[in-house]
């Protein structure tokens, strides 16, 4: 069971992809860590809830920074500057944008029973014209194992990496204060805990 849940593409693109890495980390957190919080039985009813709702926010804005700053950002920057730094080689020249490359990456990391199904599919027609025009269409039909440009892939995680260490250690904090307690007010929090909004 352990080596099939190990070898599926899905798990597999999570674990080579930084943003569903670092999202699915983070979600994690924000069910996690506010669960064992409210199972201790050594912090009082209210102490518990404040605690915990305010790690609850803390994680979803750390979500929220992520997902608007890190793909739009720094991923797309990091693939046009790879462009521009490798002037049309290592596969670059081939591909007009990140969405496109990652269409053709998701595909080119299948097998070749399933990726014909998927070309062959009716909702992937408009994906299938776009892969086509730029010439991508006969590798990904015919060749067993197509090439999946690695120094594109690696370019785009890298900075995701970057994004993702500025995200979540200057944005996300810095966001955070002046965000979570407000929050935590309206929710009637800060006044059960008689805390003030410097806390």
């Not at 081939?94 to 053709?104: D, G, L, R």
């Not at 070309?119 to 015919?142: A, D, M, P, T, V």
């Not at 810095?174 to 009637?188: A, D, F, Q, V």
Request: proline content about 4%; glycine content about 8%.
């Amino acid at each position: 069971m352990i080596p099939s849940i190990v070898s599926n593409p899905i798990i597999a693109g999570i674990a080579q992809n930084t943003s569903a890495s670092v999202s699915v980390e983070t979600v994690l957190k924000s069910i996690g860590r506010p669960g064992f919080i409210l199972i201790d039985k050594d912090i009082d009813g209210e102490t518990k809830q404040y605690a915990a709702a305010k790690e609850f926010l803390y994680q979803m804005t750390c979500l929220a920074i992520y997902l608007a700053a890190i793909t739009p950002i720094f991923k797309k920057g990091a693939f046009k500057l790879g462009k521009k730094f490798y002037k049309g080689a290592e596969g670059f020249d081939k591909f007009n944008s990140m969405s496109e490359y990652n269409t053709y990456h998701a595909l080119a990391t299948r097998n070749l029973k399933d990726r014909r199904a998927i070309l062959s599919s009716h909702s992937f027609k408009q994906k299938k014209e776009l892969l086509r025009r730029n010439g991508h269409i006969e590798q990904l039909w015919s060749k067993e194992k197509p090439e999946k440009y690695d120094k594109i892939k690696g370019t785009i995680e890298l900075g995701s990496l970057i994004g993702s260490v500025l995200g979540l250690a200057i944005l996300a904090p810095e966001i955070s204060h002046h965000t979570i307690h407000p929050m935590l007010k309206w929710l009637g929090l800060e006044k059960k805990q008689g805390l003030d909004t410097k806390a």
